[in-house]
């Protein structure tokens, strides 16, 4: 199975940048989703990686070092409405499941 | 259309009582998935339908009952729960079990047992 670790909670400023990090440890890594949870909503897809390297979409960007165990989620030009849960997926092929197991989730709070 | 569609939104039911969640999605997806989150907690695999047949039964205990009547409709049977059931019980689809593929997330059924 997976061991993955977010920071619990970050706070940061409106119109600043922030990055939330992921750490993973698998037996076959097959790819990294990041989410985004508001409270009491469901999850939504903001990006997915495979090969290492930086995606970028818009203010959202993550990056994943395989050889690292390592991912990041950079968000810029922080807006209120960006205050969420931001929860970490890995996908392991491991015993033949496809199916990614979701981290803890990192609980960013955005302030005026 | 892109969404995934669940009914009801918020369900209580004491612990003797049968109920069901329902799950719908028209985007032609293959894969469909049952998840329970407790508060400040992440998303818990319960089953996996892939081409509706269930593939994955994380070890939930019998009083969950899932179905997957056709391609576009995933079921959960409730019987006999327990207070700890309480929880936001969300359904997802993807359009397969393997890939790239993200998975989409309806609103969630936020279920309380009595």
């Known amino acids: 199975g997976q061991n993955i670790d977010q920071p619990t909670e970050m706070t940061a400023t409106e119109g600043a940048i922030v990055q939330i990090n992921c750490t993973y440890q698998?037996?076959?890594?097959?790819?990294l989703f990041w989410y985004q949870q508001h409270a009491g909503e469901a999850p939504t897809f903001l990006s997915y990686?495979?090969?290492?390297g930086l995606e970028e979409k818009g203010r959202f960007s993550s990056f994943l070092s395989r050889s690292k165990g390592y991912s990041y989620l950079l968000l810029k030009e922080l807006q209120m409405k960006d205050s969420a849960s931001y929860l970490c997926?890995?996908?392991?092929?491991?015993?033949?499941?496809?199916?990614?197991?979701f981290g803890r989730g990192t609980s960013l709070i955005v302030h005026p | 259309d892109t969404e995934v569609t669940q009914t009801p939104k918020h369900l209580v039911m004491g612990m003797t009582n049968k109920k069901s969640l329902k799950c719908e999605q028209h985007m032609g997806h293959r894969a469909m998935y049952w998840y329970k989150q407790k508060a400040k907690k992440p998303p818990e695999l319960m089953f996996v339908y892939s081409y509706e047949k269930l593939s994955i039964n994380e070890s939930v205990p019998s009083r969950f009952s899932p179905e997957c009547p056709n391609s576009s409709l995933l079921n959960l049977h409730l019987h006999a729960l327990q207070p700890e059931d309480s929880a936001l019980y969300l359904c997802a689809s993807s359009q397969g079990d393997t890939g790239g593929y993200e998975q989409y997330f309806g609103p969630g059924t936020r279920l309380t047992v009595t």
């Open positions: 990686n495979v090969l290492d």
């Open positions: 698998t037996s076959g890594f097959n790819g």
């Open positions: 997926a890995v996908r392991d092929r491991a015993g033949g499941s496809y199916i990614p197991t």
